[in-house]
T-cell receptor, first 118, second 112 residues
Framework: SQTIHQWPATLVQPVGSPLSLECTVE??????LYWYRQAAGRGLQLLFY??????ISSEVPQNLSASRPQDRQFILSSKKLLLSDSGFYLC?????????????????FGPGTRLTVL | AQKITQTQPGMFVQEKEAVTLDCTYD???????LFWYKQPSSGEMIFLIY??????QNATEGRYSLNFQKARKSANLVISASQLGDSAMYFC?????????FGTGTKLQVIP
């Protein structure tokens, strides 16, 4: 069966510090991978998605970046955190679908990382 | 551009009753998928049900059914026989050509 891991579960960081959140998927090959941010009491905002190693699509301009160094590893990074980066970060995967990037496939979400920037 | 509108920030339902959570969408893409997810207080996102834009029949998954009205661009979630464990945030989402858009969610509370 497939599982998706995220760490850390919670993180408190000062403004201006770097960030690295990691997401790994087990039990599947060549998944589509996604990073979302959920601000308190809000819906999910898609930040990045990837259909393959080294292939990253950014949905919104921001001071965050994503990388996919391995097939089942997706990393969210920042060189300098802002207060507005606080939120709940969710990683998700779906069955590989290059053309539609998951249009017809449900996404399976990790447990999330709660980031607080002070 | 896609847009998902969930007009009910909060809903109450009596246990064992049915409840409908509203969702309207706006997309110019001819092909799209509509999804509902449940988010309990733990934060995890749980997939509930999927409806494709070309599907002729409404999707059903156990106690969940999706009332898909394409002309009205609505994709309401119906939960039958509500249970206390159904209390959670519910998000409607659309996926189309790599774009994913979530609504702001509806908080459902099931009353015993």
């Amino acid at each position: 069966s497939q599982t998706i891991h995220q760490w850390p579960a919670t993180l408190v960081q000062p403004v201006g510090s770097p960030l690295s959140l990691e997401c790994t998927v087990e039990g599947t090959s060549n998944p589509n991978l996604y990073w979302y941010r959920q601000a308190a009491g809000r819906g999910l905002q898609l930040l990045f998605y990837s259909v393959g190693i080294g292939q990253i699509s950014s949905e919104v301009p921001q001071n965050l970046s994503a990388s996919r160094p391995q097939d089942r590893q997706f990393i969210l990074s920042s060189k300098k955190l802002l207060l507005s980066d606080s939120g709940f970060y969710l990683c998700a995967w779906s069955v590989y679908d290059l053309g539609a990037a998951g249009m017809n496939n449900e996404q399976f979400f990790g447990p999330g990382t709660r980031l607080t920037v002070l | 551009a896609q847009k998902i509108t969930q007009t009910q920030p909060g809903m109450f339902v009596q246990e064992k009753e049915a409840v409908t959570l509203d969702c309207t969408y706006d997309t110019s893409d001819p092909s799209y998928g509509l999804f509902w997810y449940k988010q309990p207080s733990s934060g995890e996102m749980i997939f509930l049900i999927y409806q494709g834009s070309y599907d002729q029949q409404n999707a059903t998954e156990g106690r969940y059914s999706l009332n898909f009205q394409k002309a009205r661009k609505s994709a309401n979630l119906v939960i039958s026989a509500s249970q206390l464990g159904d209390s959670a945030m519910y998000f409607c989402a659309s996926h189309s050509l790599g774009k994913v858009t979530f609504g702001t969610g509806t908080k459902l509370q099931v009353i015993p």
